[in-house]
């Protein structure tokens, strides 16, 4: 099963000028070849992955401590007994 779909569709475009290692060029131009597409394509894509699973940590991080019982956060100090 393929991370990447291959170019259905034309993305709307903007240009961004990044500077990237020589294995990650490398990387984008065989993975954009095996797809037949181009290594731009290919980053988007990438990116795109990225960012999604960034949304999802950031919500199970917010549910996990949501979740967590007062005293595992420091106890309320409003129900505190002396």
Known sequence: MALLKALIKHLLNTTL?????????H??????????????????????????????????????ISSLIPEQLGGDPLTKTA
């Not at 731009?40 to 991080?61: D, T």
Request: without cysteine.
């Open 27 to 64: 990387n984008l131009g065989k993975s954009a070849e095996i797809m037949g597409t181009n290594p731009s394509y290919v980053a988007n894509e990438v990116l795109r992955l990225l960012f999604r699973k960034g949304i999802a940590f950031k919500h199970w991080a917010g549910r996990r």
């Open 17 to 25: 000028h990044i500077h990237v290692g020589e294995t990650v060029r």
